[in-house]
């Protein structure tokens, strides 16, 4: 059982390529961006289990031995399995959301007592423990905040139980799980997914455990065993915007103007792979020429992302902020509004990069300097994280 804090973190991601063509079909790439969510674990000797959230305002705590009673009117093996709807609701009969818990809230601590009830029910007893979740991650931008929640949940809480190793050796700034186990950690966090958003693709949880990039068509999901990493401004528009009804968008103008919108996904699915071929070779022999193939790829797929219906007025923009700058933006997501992303070629002036940030500031946008291609889940010492992540972890 956990006798000393665990530090654990996972990144976000964002598509490169391929979002809305992969509904029907088509390729889509993903990869792990270097803005992870942070869990500090740790054992709680008054028999309570504690859970905050910063971020989202959150703080919560219960009786162990209530928890204990909840668990065992669920009947679970402890094993990995889609959690039904009876359970669903038990659990918020059981913490009695009010009306003034936002929708974020409860369904992070939904998730919380699932995998928690779950992961923890093997035990003889249910452990105490005290759990602060922080995250560099927006909510609610399409950049997996909540599956880097729930893959680290998922991780923390199977390493607290010794399902999972605590791999990270004395010395060590930080560690990785073995593929085993990692596998474990993806298969419990896909189910805090569900948790959460009900039908997930598991294309989140998957990249925030492994890491690096993955490609995703009709289901199946495989890594890329080699890439680079690769320098971006992240920059999120703040503009709101439904991922449901623009799926259906789309949906509708290719069944009006099937002979348009079928050569655009194709021509989508053809950028995916392109890009996918170029990451394989950058990642023997980069050179200059492959990042201005990067950047034709990313203009040409925002110009067909407009034409299947999912841009916005916020998106144009951006793009046209750090078209200014000789740089090359696209939006990453749902689209409508959300986050846009822009390539940070090698050997770039970091004036340039100061004054498209200010830009895009002065637009009302919130923008961050950061890389894809992140490793996935990890363990780490206290030592080897930042100062202002350490501050809130310990301040909650």
């Keep these: ?85 009876e ?65 680290c949940l998922a991780a923390a809480l199977l390493a607290s139980c010794e399902e999972i190793t605590s791999p990270l050796k004395e010395g060590s700034p930080s560690a990785r799980w073995t593929e085993e186990e990692l596998n474990l950690i993806n298969r419990w966090a896909f189910l805090g997914e569900k948790v959460i958003h009900g039908n997930p693709s598991g294309v989140d949880n998957s990249i925030s455990t492994w890491g690096g990039a993955l490609r995703f068509q009709r289901g199946n999901i495989s890594s890329l065993q080699r890439i680079p990493i690769l320098r971006i401004l992240l920059t999120n528009t703040k503009v709101p915007r439904s991922t449901k ?50 950047e034709e790829l990313i203009d040409m797929n925002q110009h067909h992302l407009n034409a299947i219906g999912v841009g916005h007025a916020s998106l144009d923009r951006l793009c046209q902020v750090t078209v200014a700058h000789g740089l090359h933006s696209k939006l990453t997501g749902a689209g409508g509004g959300g986050c846009g992303f822009t390539l940070l070629r090698p050997g770039l002036e970091q004036s340039v990069v100061e004054a498209t940030k200010q830009d895009l500031t002065d637009c009302g946008f919130e923008c961050w300097e950061t890389t894809i291609g992140a490793p996935g889940v ?19």
């Design 87 to 151: 359970q669903v609701e038990k659990l918020k009969v059981f913490v009695s959301f009010t009306t003034g818990c936002s929708d974020s809230e409860c369904m992070a601590v939904l998730a919380f007592l699932y995998l928690y009830l779950l992961i923890c029910g093997k035990q003889r007893y249910l452990p105490g423990m005290d759990i602060v979740v922080w995250s560099e991650l927006p909510t609610g931008a399409g950049l997996g905040s909540s599956a880097a929640y729930s893959v």
């Design 1 to 85: 059982m956990l006798t000393e804090a665990l530090l654990v973190s996972a990144p976000g991601k964002v598509i490169l390529h391929g979002e809305h063509a992969v509904v029907h079909g088509k390729v889509a790439l993903a990869e792990a961006l270097n803005l992870r969510t942070f869990l500090r674990i740790k054992p709680d000797k008054d028999g309570k289990v504690k859970l905050s959230l910063p971020n989202i305002g959150a703080k919560r705590d219960w009786d162990v031995s209530k928890l204990q009673l909840l668990h065992e009117a669920f009947q679970d093996s402890g094993e990995p399995k889609a959690p039904m709807p």
């Design 245 to 294: 009804a623009l799926v259906a968008r789309v949906k509708d103008r290719l069944v009006k103007f099937p002979e348009i919108m079928n050569p655009l996904l194709a021509s989508i699915d053809a950028i995916s792979q392109e890009c996918e071929r170029v990451l394989g070779v950058m990642a023997v022999a980069p050179a200059p020429e492959q990042f201005m193939v990067l």
């Design 378 to 396: 990890s363990l780490h010492s206290m030592s080897s994280l930042k100062a202002d992540v350490l501050q809130a972890l310990n301040s909650s």
